[in-house]
Nanobody, 117 residues
Framework: QVQLVESGGGLVQPGGSLRLSCAAS????????MGWYRQAPGKQREPVAN???????TYADNAKGRFTISRDNAKNTVFLQMNSLKPEDTAVYYC???????????WGQGTQVTVSS
């Protein structure tokens, strides 16, 4: 079992920045993918970015060039640095942990990000 605890959400003006963190605890496979998804009101949950335990990253098109995902394997923590935020980035952001080559995955409780003037 893996527990995920997110932090760092909040209210920010357009053009501003936020940094999300997600700490994983429990029985953690060393071969995993950690990532961020988001869900805006009335919309489906969508991927934002993820990073494999070896450091390989992928980004959604609307995150490229503005968001940076990173991880600290020693602390089982993943970060999402979000810059140049737009109102359309407003959503609940969820941390996700997947064990590679399996269907095992876990979700955090979500953290609200609101971009508004």
């Amino acid at each position: 079992q893996v527990q995920l605890v997110e932090s760092g959400g909040g209210l920010v003006q357009p053009g501003g920045s936020l940094r999300l963190s997600c700490a994983a605890s429990g029985i953690i496979s060393s071969i995993n993918v950690m990532g961020w998804y988001r869900q805006a009101p009335g919309k489906q949950r969508e991927p934002v970015a993820n990073i494999i335990s070896d450091g390989v990253t992928t980004y959604a098109d609307n995150a490229k060039g503005r968001f940076t995902i990173s991880r600290d394997n020693a602390k089982n923590t993943v970060f999402l640095q979000m810059n140049s935020l737009k109102p359309e980035d407003t959503a609940v952001y969820y941390c996700n942990f997947k064990v590679l080559f399996s269907r095992i995955e876990y979700w955090g409780q979500g953290t609200q990000v609101t971009v508004s003037s």
